[in-house]
């Protein structure tokens, strides 16, 4: 399967470079962040791929990093029973990517989440808003800065 979607990737984008690494028997693609919603509507509408399936949409915090984020698709081809995984930088100066939930509806939460807990904006998603903390909460409890405690005077515990 990697050969096929190294070929078909190379022929539909010659101009971007992608980094493919393989580890614990899954594949792993990583490339431009511009280029998320035509990869993904190429895995999914090629037949010969036939990536259907959006498991899950997650990111990392690499605090340090000038890409500070790096945001991660797992998605499925039931056809070939093959799991890939796809991954883009995102910086924090310009913490977006498009969204990738008109390909796959199943993408909507995970995308909501991904805003929610790191931050990062989907462009073009049909309702982007926090999932897990209050609208008006100014922070996002999985950047490497939240405090590991929370923050102060924001829960108060009860008293023994």
Known sequence: ???VL?????K???ESS???????????????????????????QDEALAF?????????DWATRTNRFTVVYHIFSM????????KADVDNA????DSVSFIWKAANWPEREVFDMYG????????LRRMYMPEDFEHHPLRKEFPLMGIPGSVSLPKK
């Open 1 to 3: 399967m990697k050969e």
């Open 94 to 97: 310009d913490n977006k990517i």
């Open 6 to 10: 190294e070929e078909k990737l190379k």
């Open 120 to 127: 990062i904006s989907f462009n073009n998603h049909p309702d």
């Open 52 to 60: 259907i399936l959006c498991e899950d949409i997650t990111a990392v």
């Open 79 to 86: 056809k070939h029973s093959f799991r890939l995984c796809l």
């Open 18 to 44: 992608f980094e493919f690494t393989e580890q614990f028997g899954e594949l792993t693609i990583k490339f431009d962040k511009s280029l998320i919603v035509p990869v993904c509507k190429l895995l999914k």
């Open 12 to 14: 539909e984008f010659s």
